[in-house]
């Protein structure tokens, strides 16, 4: 759906984006992350058509963003981090008006926004007007304008911000119902949005793109230097003797339990996965295990490490 080659934006003097590539399928759903200034926005503008490239190519549904812009646009709904609304329009008015502005023809304006508004759970405040609404629903309005045109690409920046818990989660789950039929990019930096929403996750950083791949998978490139934590009970001379002659234990770290059981922390050696040796050394000396897991790195842990400075890293 979106096919990005060395797209380089260079503005007076500062490069926000730098010679990036990437793919999205059709009917996926897409986090871009990345500090401030990483060039998320910039990114965004250019595929929406809002502003040109320096250089390098953009396609959008096989089509050339910078060459057939008007037909790009119809193809893709945009939903700002500050909704555009009218606060003096009720909310089916407010749709009919954009679905028109947007080419639709009077019948299929109002067949679709009564399908957006359904979907989006607006049909209750359909004669409200907008400028009464709660911050959920206006962000719900802004979804559903976005949708109306039944775009192929449906770009969303920041869409659960400023929102509280019950609605973070209705709206989420409304975007979550998107994919398959509609191709969705998400910026945001709300890292459990995206681990909840998307399935492959774009993480950017001055400019250019550090990281492009599942959330599972960068949890498996990372997961050389996970611990393993078990619950044991044993002796603890005997637990620090085992730990110490296991030649794939790097270090290790013993906590007391209730009752008899120690919870042990264990670092691999060479990335190592501890827990099947683990488990065959409590059943060869009968003892008895209760937990036995790796520890998971979170996004937030995978983001910190890829967009760490390298003088940071050095350190």
């Not at 939903?79 to 947007?102: C, G, I, Q, T």
């Not at 906590?255 to 008899?260: A, F, L, Q």
Request: hydrophobic residues 40%.
């Amino acid at each position: 759906m979106i096919e990005v080659s060395n797209l380089t934006k260079r503005y007076a003097g500062r490069t926000a984006v730098n010679d990036i590539s990437f793919t999205v399928a059709r009917g996926e759903i897409v986090g871009l992350l990345g500090p401030n200034g990483a060039g998320k926005s910039t990114t965004m503008r250019v595929l929406s058509g809002f502003m040109p490239a320096t250089s390098g190519t953009v396609r959008v549904g096989g089509l050339d963003v910078f060459h057939d812009s008007d037909e790009v646009r119809r193809r893709i709904g945009y939903m700002p981090e500050n909704n555009p609304l009218y606060p003096d329009m009720r909310v089916r008015e407010y749709l009919k008006y954009r679905a028109r502005l947007k080419g639709l023809g009077w019948k299929k304006s109002r067949d679709r926004v009564q399908t957006v508004m359904e979907q989006c759970g607006l049909t209750d405040v359909g004669r409200r007007v907008i400028g009464q609404l709660s911050k959920g629903y206006k962000q719900r309005v802004g979804l559903a304008d976005a949708l109306v045109h039944d775009p192929e690409l449906i770009i969303l920046d920041e869409p659960t911000i400023g929102l509280d818990p019950h609605q973070i989660r209705t709206v989420r789950a409304l975007i979550k119902s998107l994919a398959g039929k509609h191709t969705v990019l998400i910026s945001t930096h709300i890292l459990p949005e995206v681990e909840m929403m998307c399935g492959r996750v774009l993480i950017m950083l001055d400019g250019r793109v550090v990281a492009s791949d599942t959330p599972e998978n960068l949890q498996r490139r990372m997961a050389g230097g996970s611990q393993v934590i078990a619950e044991i009970a044993a002796p603890e001379a005997d637990l620090r003797a085992a730990w110490e002659n296991l030649a794939e234990v790097l270090q290790y770290d013993l906590t007391p339990c209730e009752g008899e059981f120690f919870r042990c922390a264990l670092t691999p050696r060479d990335g190592k996965d501890l827990r099947p040796l683990v488990f065959a050394l409590a059943r060869q000396n009968g003892w008895a295990l209760r937990e036995l897991t790796r520890s998971r790195h979170s996004l937030e842990d995978i983001y910190v490490q890829v967009t760490k400075p390298a003088t940071e890293e050095a350190e």
